[in-house]
């Protein structure tokens, strides 16, 4: 994959993504959550597996969009934004069909780190959520997922479910809810006196 750009290269950009990503994105998120394989509990970590390959699958879903970030050296980070009506897997082998938008899988390669890549693809799921009228977006971690946990709270979310709060490999999950509130239009200047 890439390496870490030199302060010289371009600035990151923040695209949707096409076709010719989708190994880019496997192989980024595959980095950033190989990190957690060894941490969460043995009965979550195949489902938690399955579901993310299931995911990554999902490219040809209207109902989700992957979004990234990029420079010349290649992709650095990825979200998945789902939109409500969404079918995705649950930790439990199931599937949950989405009665609210949700950030799903935010991946930052290991080399990307500390580079605020994740606020940003947070922060264009949360312009997406209010671009299609919703008032809330959800986000769902693990305890194990430090920065993950760090971020939502950095940047407004509230937690609506504890780990603890449900049974089985559920149990593990932490919801986080970001309140979507309108965009607040441009004062308009003073006129001059």
């Not at 870490?4 to 496997?26: E, M, Q, V």
Request: net charge negative; aromatic share 6%.
């Amino acid at each position: 994959m890439s390496s870490l750009p030199s302060h010289t290269s371009p600035r990151f950009r923040f695209r949707l993504a096409a076709a010719y990503d989708w190994g880019d994105i496997a192989a980024v998120t595959q980095q950033a959550y190989g990190q957690y394989e060894l941490e969460i509990m043995e009965d979550c970590r195949a489902s938690f597996q399955r579901g993310m390959q299931s995911v990554l699958a999902a490219k040809d879903n209207p109902d989700m969009e992957w979004w990234v970030a990029e420079t010349d050296h290649g992709i650095s980070g990825a979200v998945l934004f789902c939109h409500p009506g969404a079918t995705v897997p649950a930790l439990d082998g199931s599937t949950v069909v989405l009665t609210q938008p949700e950030a799903r899988l935010l991946s930052v390669s290991p080399q990307a780190r500390g580079l605020g890549l994740g606020h940003r693809l947070m922060q264009i799921c949360i312009q997406r959520a209010r671009d299609i009228g919703s008032k809330s977006l959800v986000c769902r971690t693990m305890p194990e997922m430090d920065s993950a946990n760090k971020l939502c709270q950095q940047m407004g979310f509230g937690k609506r479910t504890e780990a603890g709060a449900r049974h089985g490999s559920m149990a593990r999950l932490i919801d986080y809810v970001y309140p979507v509130t309108a965009e607040e239009a441009p004062t308009p200047a003073a006129p001059p006196a």
